[in-house]
RNA sequence: GGAGAGAUGGCCGAGCGGUUGAAGGCGCAGCACUGGAAAUGCUGUAUACGGUUCGCUGUAUCGAGGGUUCGAAUCCCUCUCUCUCCGCCA
């Protein structure tokens, strides 16, 4: 959420930068900027009427006195309740422009309405030799260890089951990612997979993209779509965190639930897109003024999983037009995919600023009082495009190969073949 | 799911219709005392929003929402959460 006080006093600067994303905004902050000033002469006109009712109230110091003013605070009284229901009214009205409006791009941002105007930072790794690579899920399959068929007769389209040594990759691949954020001094969460419509809106997933969650029915309570959301939330209880404790750097693993509304016909096969998916997710809260180098400090651990695991992968800079709604900034890692002959996402790392923790009220305590945490996440990584990556990129003509820092996970496999 | 008890500032805890935004204590900060510290003493110590001549000042907030009243932390209603007991259950 922007800062009503600051598009009150910036209302120009701010449209600009919010065009960087889409020009639809600019109309939104002209009307909050309408409607605030509005409230702010109806909220004056209150506040008199209140505080004459007040001093007349405490003008009273028998049974006799309060007849006199009797009539005179009932009149008050209604002057009061027309002009606050006229106040709770435009509130309802700002709150419904400004839920809807995405966080300011952050000056380093570069230009652009979509991701053809991404900027590639860097690249890293070697991409494999593979005369003809073989996707991840004919690899998978002719191996055994993976299913979609049943699965999609148990449960339904875009849903897989790990079998076998499938099974036993895909938990190897969260207890690694997780004991590396932990011992990167990263504090191990394990969050519940449901979580309250509250904090949804808190992150940014609500109230704009509720088709793309799943929602309980009869409760106010989702699936979650990744552990951002009960990790970010989780010191949103009204108490501001003491400065000596910042940064906090959390970690989870938890499954991740999205209805991918809107992406029919996209990676219909293999497990690039699933409604359901494994993920390890880092979330970092931090005083403002140190949230541009944790933000350095997120991408690095996420690419530290990939380079332990050897997985070529390029690190991309996200234009103004194509980074996610509560994101200043944003990073995506992609990891190749060799029968894809392409770089896929497998990381996005976000620097949510302020936006996140003014909706959430997420502060901590300064001299100076209280003041907005900043807030990061990022995945480190997405556990199913992990496990689909390592098939590709160390296919055999016979199985796969695991690399080398997975040995201690899998009882000293070194490579997956048919049995 | 049934029965009961409770929710007050960073923490503990008083208040149960008016000078209480809230006693008292703890904690914390500053000052004094000290060679330094402890102990002691004094002073200060919620948040949000608005106005401001930037000194202040108005309003709201005692789990949340609504009601009664000239006036509500205090009375009434609804909801949420916590604790105890019973039931059920991985």
């Not at 991404?118 to 998978?140: E, R, Y």
Request: with cysteine; proline share 5%.
């Amino acid at each position: 959420m922007l800062d009503l006080k600051y598009i009150r006093q910036n209302p120009d600067q701010i449209k600009q930068n919010i065009s960087r994303r889409s020009e639809s905004y600019k109309s939104d902050i002209d009307k909050i900027f309408e409607l605030d000033e509005q409230k702010r002469k109806l909220q004056k006109q209150a506040d008199a009427f209140k505080a004459e009712r007040n001093s007349l109230s405490k003008s009273v110091n028998s049974p006799e006195q309060a007849e006199e003013i009797k009539e005179k605070v009932k009149q008050i009284n209604q002057e009061i309740s027309g002009l606050d229901s006229a106040l709770d009214q435009i509130d309802n009205q700002i709150k419904d422009i400004i839920l809807f409006i995405p966080n300011l791009p952050h000056l380093s941002v570069p230009e652009g309405k979509d991701e053809s105007q991404n900027q590639i930072v860097k690249t890293w790794g070697n991409i494999p030799n593979l005369a003809n690579p073989k996707p991840h899920w004919q690899i998978a399959e002719e191996l055994g260890i993976l299913d979609f068929e049943n699965t999609a007769r148990l449960a339904g389209a875009r849903l897989a089951t790990f079998i076998g040594w499938g099974a036993k990759l895909e938990r190897a691949l969260i207890q690694f990612m997780l004991n590396e954020a932990s011992s990167a001094g990263y504090t191990e969460f394990a969050p519940p997979a449901l979580i309250s419509a509250k904090t949804l809106q808190g992150t940014g997933q609500l109230p704009k993209f509720a088709e793309d969650l799943y929602h309980l029915e009869g409760t106010d309570q989702y699936l979650i779509p990744t552990a951002e959301v009960p990790l970010t939330g989780f010191y949103a209880n009204g108490k501001a965190l003491s400065e000596a404790e910042l940064p906090k750097r959390l970690c989870a693993y938890t499954p991740c639930f999205r209805s991918e509304a809107g992406a029919a016909g996209r990676d219909t096969r293999g497990l690039i897109r699933q409604h359901q998916f494994d993920k390890v997710e880092l979330v970092h809260l931090c005083k403002p003024e140190d949230s541009e180098a944790e933000h350095e400090k997120l991408v690095r651990q996420a690419e530290n999983i990939l380079e332990k695991l050897n997985l070529p992968y390029r690190r991309v800079l996200l234009c103004a037009g194509d980074m996610g709604f509560s994101a200043a900034k944003c990073y995506d890692l992609e990891v190749w995919f060799p029968s894809q002959n392409a770089y896929r996402e497998i990381s996005s790392c976000s620097n949510c600023t302020d936006f996140q923790a003014r909706r959430l009220n997420l502060k901590f305590k300064n001299k100076n009082g209280t003041e907005y945490l900043h807030t990061l996440n990022g995945s480190s990584l997405a556990v199913g495009r992990t496990w689909a990556a390592l098939l590709e990129n160390y296919q055999t003509p016979e199985g796969f190969l695991i690399p080398e820092a997975l040995w201690p996970y899998l009882n000293n496999q070194k490579i997956i073949v048919k049995n």
